[in-house]
């Protein structure tokens, strides 16, 4: 079954083991692959060239391969997955091409012009923190200071016109609004 030069399975052993346990194999790896034949099919051509690579299995003290094959293809199934999920989980094009690209002048514009119209819509107390905190850069103290009220009315209000804001700007989430709250510098200059 062996040839001393490449030390390999002869070509007639390896035939004869795909047609008498290979249907059976690609079974037991459609179930462990949850039905994808594709994956199944590729574990059971590598399970295939491990048994090419080991001419010695076919001498063990066996009554037939059919072990030997179930269980080298299951670890290699086990090592597929491992694999599969070591990786960070791949995208599709689509989602790619549905993002905005954020070096966009026109996309930064459009954003631009988002906020400025959603700030515009909010009450001239609420508008005036915002633009101390945000635009100007100021502390909560800082902006306390300079619109003649405590720093824990700039907090309030900044908190109320962000959650008023979030609703009036396409593609609002609650996660960025409650972030964006607690992004203002509270140190004093």
């Known amino acids: 079954m062996t040839t001393a030069t490449t030390a390999t399975t002869d070509e007639r052993a390896l035939e004869e083991l795909q047609r008498e346990h290979g249907p059976a194999l690609l079974n037991f790896l459609l179930g462990l692959t949850y039905g994808d034949r594709q994956r199944a099919e590729d574990l059971l051509q590598e399970t295939l060239v491990r048994a090419w690579q080991h001419p010695e299995a076919f001498e063990g003290p066996y009554e037939s391969m059919r072990p030997w094959l179930f269980t080298v293809g299951r670890r290699l199934a086990i090592d597929a997955r491992r694999s599969r999920m070591a990786r960070p989980t791949e995208i599709g094009d689509g ?16 954003v631009a012009l988002d906020v400025r119209a959603a700030v515009r819509g909010l009450s001239a107390e609420h508008r005036a923190v915002l633009v101390r905190l945000y635009f100007d850069g100021l502390t909560v103290n800082e902006a ?8 824990g009315t700039v907090k309030s209000r900044s908190f109320y016109a962000l959650r008023a804001l979030g609703p009036r700007l396409p593609g609002y989430s609650r996660m960025r609004s409650s972030h964006a709250a607690r992004s203002p510098r509270t140190m004093t200059a």
């Open 144 to 151: 306390a200071r300079e619109l003649g009220i405590p720093a």
């Open 95 to 110: 989602a790619l091409a549905a993002a905005a690209d954020p070096s966009d002048p026109t996309e930064s514009a459009a």
